[in-house]
């Protein structure tokens, strides 16, 4: 207990300052989302997990998802708990990443927790899929520490393969996230005159870590769907032998692809300021982590071996953040790159070493201050514009949710008017989807490339479950919907064809005591 208590002593300084600054960026860009019930999409037809979701997460592999929800929350979607949940566990990963890389600057905290708080990957699935987020940022606070053991502890490395595996089985992407720690810890390691032969063992090592670690998710997650009796998804980008469709033809240009997908991601930057704002900024940034690398490479101290490792790693870098746009074929998207945004952690910590490259050296150490207080303003622009965009995704997702309310409201009321038609006893097929679309809202026209907001549905897809969902957890409306075979016999019926969609008169009809609703 004492030594717990001197290790809580000599770190509850970074730990709470951590905390507190991933709160106040969590805060202000997801506040609104957290105090809110927007269920849309995902997290209409799994608001209750034990209804539909937790076999569904067993299916895609994220087998310890069941087991995070009955240990730290219920199976129903409550998003303050979850939200709360969210920034607790992203705070103690950037608390983990300043003992990761010892950094000292309260300011780099600051903005780190920033760049965790705000990154995109946190706004896209807070917005239409907050049912996953608080267990995505215990599988993220997982993968992170995997790398802090590897890092700090002289066995380290076997404490983080059970880390790397329950990363695994919350969500596969979160991988990334460890093997770019890695890369930038070594890269930062040879830039602070560590020999190659150490960087390259301890990388081996941590090659090991991640192999083993995926060696104990794939034992825990054939073991848990033998016992569950669910079989695992397959054949599409969201399963797990995907990868399992790559050729020698085609790995070279999912590679290139992957390149320009994390450069592209980069420039966009998900950000409410102007495009050729962004790009100028993004572009500043990269200049401006070239130029310390380029005064690495130029040191007199650094030895042919460290500088061939440590531009491999740097060449290498992007790869290593956006793998997953490789192993699912090309089909990555918002949810999947956490990793990317670790580039601004990257060239925080690179100006931080030019600063203490070039101290007490006059007209250098006067640019290098200039270039480190460039690259804080650039990156504090950068999460500012993220906080922005969230507060503005929300407010899309809301406006949205509202005008679908009013229309499934006007909906229920034409069909109760119907003779006939008892709420709750009468079995009812619903043909297309409500047609909602009056084109995009105003003034949100940026935010139809996030993933999960690329249309104005909050049903999203022509589904019984996610229809039977909105009625029970929106509307609370009693609905009967039809059984398998009517609901598919019905739907694609000549009768269907000729309907016309709400509000049209014959956009109901009858046949053998079921009600059709044509809504699309």
């Known amino acids: ?33 957290f105090v809110d019930n927007n269920l849309s999409h995902d997290s209409l037809n799994e608001f209750h997990a034990q209804i539909f979701g937790n076999e569904w997460k067993i299916q895609l592999g994220r087998v310890f998802v069941p087991l995070y929800r009955d240990l730290l929350r219920s199976d129903v979607t409550m998003p303050w708990l979850i939200g709360i949940l969210s920034l607790l566990w992203i705070g103690l990963s950037v608390f983990l990443v300043v003992k990761i890389f010892n950094i000292k600057s309260k300011l780099t905290v600051f903005l780190t927790a920033g760049v965790f708080a705000t ?34 502890m002289r066995w380290g490395a076997v404490l983080g ?27 930062m390691d040879l830039f602070r005159d560590a020999k190659w032969q150490d960087v390259f063992f301890k990388g081996l090592k941590a090659i090991g870590m991640l192999l083993a670690g995926g060696v104990l998710y794939y034992i825990a997650m054939k073991a848990i769907v033998a016992s569950s009796g669910v079989k695992l998804n397959s054949g599409d980008y969201n399963s797990l032998d995907a990868a399992l469709q790559l050729s020698p033809s085609n790995i070279l240009t999912l590679v290139a692809g992957a390149y320009q997908d994390c450069f592209t991601r980069l420039m966009q930057a998900y950000s409410t300021y102007p495009s050729i704002l962004v790009k100028a900024m993004t572009l500043m940034m990269l ?35 956006n793998l997953i746009y490789v192993l699912v074929i090309g089909a990555s998207h918002d949810l999947m790159v956490f990793a990317l945004w670790l580039f601004y952690l ?12 070039w101290q007490g050296m006059g007209k250098k150490e006067q640019l290098a201050q ?28 809301e406006l949205e949710y509202d005008g679908y309310f009013s229309l499934m409201t006007r909906i229920v009321d034409r069909m109760e008017d119907e003779e006939g038609y008892i709420p709750g006893q009468t079995p009812v097929v619903f043909v297309g989807m409500p047609s909602n679309k009056n084109g995009m809202i105003p003034g949100f026209l940026e935010y139809w490339n996030v993933i999960g907001a690329m249309s104005t549905d909050v049903i999203y897809m022509p ?39 709400y509000p049209a008169a014959n956009c109901i009809a009858w046949q053998d005591g079921t009600m059709i609703v044509k809504l699309g």
């Not at 946190?122 to 790398?147: C, G, I, R």
């Not at 990257?346 to 490259?357: A, D, K, P």
């Not at 957890?473 to 309907?499: C, G, I």
Request: proline letters at 2%; one cysteine or more.
């Open 370 to 397: 200039c270039i480190r207080v460039l690259s804080l303003l650039l990156v504090l622009a950068t999460v500012y514009g993220s906080v922005q965009f969230a507060n503005g995704l929300y407010m899309k997702k």
């Open 119 to 152: 990154n995109i990957s946190v706004s896209a699935v807070a917005a239409t899929y907050v049912n996953d987020l608080d267990n995505n940022m215990f599988a993220l606070l997982l993968a992170v520490l995997a790398v802090y053991l590897w890092r700090r």
């Open 463 to 501: 589904e019984k479950t996610r229809y039977q969902a909105y009625f029970d957890y929106v509307l609370n409306t009693p609905m009967l919907l039809a059984e398998d075979d009517p609901w598919m016999t019905l739907r694609d019926s000549q009768l269907a064809k000729e309907m016309s969609p």
């Open 287 to 321: 200049l401006l982590a070239a130029a310390a690398v380029l005064v690495w490479l130029c040191g007199k101290k650094t030895g042919l071996g460290e500088k061939i490792l440590g531009m491999v790693l740097i060449l290498l870098l992007p790869l290593g953040m």
């Open 161 to 187: 393969a059970v880390c790397v595996a329950g990363s695994l089985g919350l969500y596969q992407s979160y991988i990334l996230v460890a093997v770019t720690l890695v890369m930038i810890a070594s890269i």
């Open 1 to 33: 207990m004492e030594k717990l208590n001197t290790i809580y002593e000599r770190n509850k300084k970074w730990l709470f300052f951590s905390l507190i600054s991933v709160f106040v960026w969590g805060m202000m860009a997801h506040g609104y989302c």
């Open 346 to 357: 990257l060239l925080l910590l690179l100006t931080e070493w030019l600063v203490q490259q």
